[in-house]
Nanobody, 127 residues
Framework: QVQLVESGGGLVQAGGSLRLSCAASARTFSTYIMGWFRQAPGKEREFVAA????????YYGDSVKGRSAISRDNAKNTVYLQMNSLKPEDTAVYYC????????????????????WGQGTQVTVSS
């Protein structure tokens, strides 16, 4: 069974940085799209970023574009989300997810299209 395990969340002051990690249990994820989503209390799950593990192509949501970078470590089967210049509105539970390959930005940005999910990691940004 494929598992995704996030880590790296925590409490940070506004303007600070965090790096989230998502470790995949199966090497088959090297052919997948790996995405990051976030969900704040009372809000819908929001697309943050995604990476095509095979091609290295990256995709970003408007709310984090220019402040975040998604990357991968093939040897560790791990995807990272580096977040900089954090704002209080970035406070949310961040989820890692996996789906089949696609080059369609709309599909990549939709949480319903992902079949594999991690348990989430809390990010809290204080003002």
């Amino acid at each position: 069974q494929v598992q995704l395990v996030e880590s790296g969340g925590g409490l940070v002051q506004a303007g600070g940085s965090l790096r989230l990690s998502c470790a995949a249990s199966a090497r088959t994820f090297s052919t997948y799209i790996m995405g990051w989503f976030r969900q704040a209390p009372g809000k819908e799950r929001e697309f943050v970023a995604a990476l095509d593990w095979n091609s290295g192509s990256t995709y970003y949501g408007d709310s984090v574009k220019g402040r975040s970078a998604i990357s991968r470590d093939n040897a560790k089967n791990t995807v990272y989300l580096q977040m900089n210049s954090l704002k209080p509105e970035d406070t949310a539970v961040y989820y890692c997810a996996g789906r089949s390959p696609s080059s369609d930005y709309y599909l990549i940005s939709q949480s319903y299209s992902y079949g594999y999910w991690g348990q989430g990691t809390q990010v809290t940004v204080s003002s």
